[in-house]
């Protein structure tokens, strides 16, 4: 197919001819289209990951040997290139961060029995059954919750307005966050859909503003969540914009400027975190390609560190045991200093760990309260 091989894309380290013995990872991203954002950050922390890994060795001896296919932010293509890495008998795949992607992949993983260790954040995705599908991320069912007490009991919200894009990843979070808001007496009060690649929130903002909400839900992607954030600014609405990860990205503040000073809300992966191992992270990211990573970053980078702890747990390179290993798996930072955080895999490759509750200040992302894990 024509367009499926104007889109791989491969890494440096495939040029030269691939070692025997080594571990063939295939990472299947948004490496352009509307998610470059996304697929590039963890593509460039993938291979910060497997770079430090291989300088100490490898995992079990072998190092890792990677190949980037670009998926241009299509499900179908996606799903063809997943295909075609299946063909390659890899050991793992790594994404899409695409929740739709991800949706129309992970059966393909399923039935060749590779484990996935993807970015999709969409609730839906552990619970189809798939056994082979693992996060790298909270998922919606992880992360609404808390955003919702947070509302209802810290901005002490009676009545919300939803701004959120029609997509597998947004329509999951918006059915989440509806029913932890209802369940804890807080009424939507507008619920506005948007289209991925949005331009133009004008006639958007004047709804939320009519609805003369306590507070703003936005949960777009994060080009649409900077274009929001200006046109909610500039149309003067005050109550507090609350959203999830995507809106106190680093992309976001970067592309929305002063508009986004004010925006909080719930942080499951962030360099400005108060703890010394992902901050150095983000340091070693910013002097290997010059610019701050966001949590699809942080993503790619776990992805390649989780793929080791299980591993080095079987005690040898086995891809049919790989997915068994990784569930159930707790991975301690003293341990293993590249996941960064203590973390719990769950039998349905959801994870546990700490997170955070954030605002943008100054231009900044400032972490205000550390959450613990669910499940201590």
Do not use: C
Not at 157 to 163: D, G, I, N
């Amino acid at each position: 197919m024509k367009q499926i091989a104007g889109a791989l894309v491969l890494s440096a380290a495939m040029l030269a001819p691939a070692h025997a013995q080594s571990i063939k990872l295939i990472s299947v991203g948004e490496l352009s289209g509307p998610g470059a954002t996304v697929g590039t950050n963890f593509k460039n922390s993938a291979d910060l990951a497997i770079a430090e890994i291989n300088a100490k060795g490898g995992i079990l001896g072998r190092k890792i040997e990677v190949t980037h296919y670009d998926s241009q932010s299509n499900p179908g293509v996606a799903r063809a290139l997943v295909q075609k890495a299946l063909d390659e008998n890899p050991y793992a795949l790594l994404g899409p961060g695409y929740s739709g992607s991800v949706k129309v992949t992970a059966p393909l993983a399923a039935q060749a029995g590779v484990a996935q260790v993807m970015g999709g954040e969409a609730a839906e995705l552990t619970q189809l059954g798939f056994g082979t599908l693992f996060r790298t991320s909270f998922g919606q069912q992880s992360s609404m919750p808390k955003i919702a007490k947070y509302l209802a009991e810290d901005v002490k919200a009676k009545t919300v307005a939803l701004v959120w894009v029609n997509n597998d990843f947004g329509k999951g979070g918006r059915d989440m966050v509806t029913k932890e808001l209802t369940a804890r007496g807080v009424k939507i009060v507008a619920d506005l859909s948007t289209e991925a690649g949005q331009a133009d929130f004008a006639a958007d903002v004047v709804k939320v503003k009519n609805s003369n909400p306590d507070a703003v839900f936005v949960y777009l992607n994060e080009e649409e969540s900077a274009r929001a954030l200006k046109e909610l600014r500039r149309q003067n609405v005050t109550a507090p914009l609350v959203g999830e990860t995507t809106l106190l990205g680093q992309k976001v503040i970067e592309l929305a400027g002063e508009a986004a000073n004010g925006a909080r809300g719930h942080v499951g992966l962030t360099v400005d975190a108060p703890l010394p191992a992902l901050q150095e992270y983000g340091k070693r990211f910013q002097a290997k390609y010059n610019y701050v990573p966001d949590h699809n970053g942080i993503k790619g980078y776990l992805g390649v560190y989780m793929i080791k702890a299980a591993t080095e747990k079987m005690g040898k390179i086995d891809p049919k045991g790989l997915p068994e290993a990784l569930k159930g798996l707790t991975i301690s930072a003293a341990a293993e200093p590249g996941i960064l955080m203590d973390l719990t895999i769950d039998k349905n490759g959801d994870l546990d760990r700490e997170s955070f509750m954030g605002e943008v200040v100054n231009g900044k992302q400032v972490i205000k309260t550390v959450l613990p894990k669910m499940n201590k």
